[in-house]
């Protein structure tokens, strides 16, 4: 089955800078790959996705670039705000079912 | 608020006692999701509804585990004779085809 490893496990940036959270998948076949934040005491919140025949997808501040050579996926998030402190999951599926999920970053905010 | 809805939010309950979990998807959602996510971790698949249809089932739901979605509108968990391992927080998300939307979900503790 689908593997997802997540790094880092715990982040923490000055607001304004960049964050950056990146994953890798085991199974070339995965064609999907969502990102969710997680906030204390509530379910995932999908913020943004990104298919197999894209390289990239931007969406305000937040930014998704996949290497499918490398099996590779990445997180950016720029200009960060307090209000962007959480944990961030990613996943991979083959279409849109049965998500394998990473282990998730703890991202902190500093003002 | 027309978002998945999850009932009951918390549940304690004795090792060896049953319990049951129920979740509203957002309407005309014909996909409906069953995750389980213990502390530190992603979210792990249990099981999928496409209408009333169970299409697939983890290796994680046992035999103490069923899940029921009647109508193809809401969703049941049981869980029989919990066991302390079962304690963790059960998600529920629905979607029409594409990422599905998570619930707040319920905490499950086994005491």
């Known amino acids: 089955g689908e593997n997802v490893e997540q790094h880092p496990s715990t982040l923490s940036v000055q607001e304004g800078d960049s964050a950056v959270i990146k994953c890798t998948y085991s199974d070339s076949a995965s064609n999907y790959f969502p990102w969710y934040k997680q906030e204390l005491g509530k379910g995932p919140q999908l913020i943004i996705d990104?298919?197999?025949?894209?390289g990239e997808k931007k969406d305000q501040r937040i930014a998704v670039t996949l290497n499918k050579t490398a099996k590779h996926f990445s997180l950016h998030i720029t200009e960060t705000q307090p209000e962007d402190s959480a944990v961030y999951f990613c996943?991979?599926?083959?279409?849109?079912?049965?998500?394998?999920f990473g282990t998730g970053t703890r991202l902190t905010i500093i003002p | 608020d027309t978002g998945v809805s999850q009932n009951p939010r918390h549940k304690i309950t004795k090792r060896g006692q049953n319990v049951t979990f129920r979740c509203d998807p957002i309407?005309?959602?014909?996909?409906l999701y069953w995750y389980r996510q213990t502390l530190g971790q992603g979210p792990e698949f249990l099981t999928y509804f496409q209408n009333e249809a169970q299409l697939e089932k983890s290796r994680l739901l046992s035999d103490r585990f069923s899940a029921e979605r009647p109508k193809g509108s809401f969703s049941t968990l049981e869980i029989q004779r919990t066991e302390q391992g079962d304690s963790a927080m059960y998600l529920c998300a629905s979607s029409s085809g594409g990422a599905g939307f998570f619930g707040p979900g319920t905490r499950l503790t086994v005491l």
């Open positions: 996943a991979a599926s083959w279409g849109v079912e049965k998500l394998t």
């Open positions: 990104i298919r197999s025949n894209v």
């Open positions: 309407s005309e959602h014909n996909r």
